[in-house]
């Protein structure tokens, strides 16, 4: 094991994890990004289970707000989860109710999310096909059943991340075809984040999004989308780091053609700061 880091050894760990959970293609992007965090539990004993994360969470309280988060997932499919159903609806008041009940005891969080991610994933094998394209409302959120997963996929891989890199590990990205599907759920959401960022621009946005799971999106502007063009070329993954407010608009490494380019990647983040 002589000159052997502890990100090769955490990768070859990754590789060698048991397979995701069997579930529909829908629901696929979840269920990786789910193993891939229970590959990195086992990282956070000692000092690195202490560290600070994001919003002041340890480790262990990131898992919860992911727990919380997909209970209201599953409360709003009637998936059967071990454990009591949500109290609120709404995201952030849920997640504190979590954390409160849950203070003290990592070993139990982890244990717990196991157990519910392990159940929610076997409901969604179970489900009727069909639930896919059904719009339902969770956590404060009107979408197809679908998106709701990415969604979930989305947020279990950007705070895999943070507490990955708290503990100072580099974590491999999701595989090309599952970048795709959470790229192309943050383009699609474009429109209404410039809206909620306070955008007044108007016209459309070429994204040429670069690397594994990229592609291009036309994202329309305001009330008259032909009124001026202008285009972003960037990575497919640092756009997924960008719009989870991961990134500094003003840094990110992207090419920016016009006001209207540039006025897009200011306000891509808004959606997230609205929550945690």
Not at 44 to 64: C, D, I, R
Request: proline share 7%; net charge negative; glycine share 10%.
């Amino acid at each position: 094991m002589m000159g052997v880091t502890r990100d090769e050894v955490l990768r070859a760990a990754v590789a060698r994890r048991r397979p995701a959970h069997a579930v529909p293609a829908c629901a696929a992007p979840y269920a990786a990004r789910v193993a891939a965090l229970e590959v990195l539990l086992p990282e956070l004993s000692g000092e690195a289970g202490t560290v600070t994360v994001v919003h002041g969470w340890q480790p262990y309280q990131v898992v919860g707000h992911l727990m919380a988060s997909d209970r209201l997932l599953a409360a709003a499919l009637g998936a059967p989860l071990p454990g009591p159903g949500p109290s609120s609806d709404d995201p952030e008041v849920y997640t504190d109710a979590v954390l409160a009940a849950a203070a003290g005891d990592p070993d139990g969080v982890l244990a717990e999310w196991r157990a519910q991610t392990a159940a929610f994933c076997a409901f969604l094998t179970a489900a009727d096909p069909g639930l896919a394209e059904t719009r339902l409302t969770a956590g404060g959120l009107r979408l197809r059943v679908r998106d709701h997963l990415t969604n979930r996929a989305f947020e279990t891989w950007v705070h895999t991340t943070d507490i990955a890199r708290a503990i100072g590990i580099t974590m491999p990205d999701p595989v090309a075809h599952h970048v795709h599907a959470m790229t192309d759920m943050g383009c699609r959401s474009l429109p209404f984040a410039h809206r909620v960022g306070g955008g007044t621009g108007t016209g459309t946005v070429a994204l040429r999004l670069s690397g594994p799971g990229g592609g291009t999106w036309l994202v329309r502007l305001g009330d008259d989308p032909e009124k001026q063009h202008s285009t972003i070329a960037m990575d497919a993954v640092e756009f997924c780091f960008l719009f989870a407010d991961r990134r500094d608009p003003r840094t990110v490494e992207a090419r920016a053609d016009g006001p209207l380019a540039r006025e897009l990647l200011e306000t891509a983040p808004c959606l997230v700061r609205l929550s945690r």
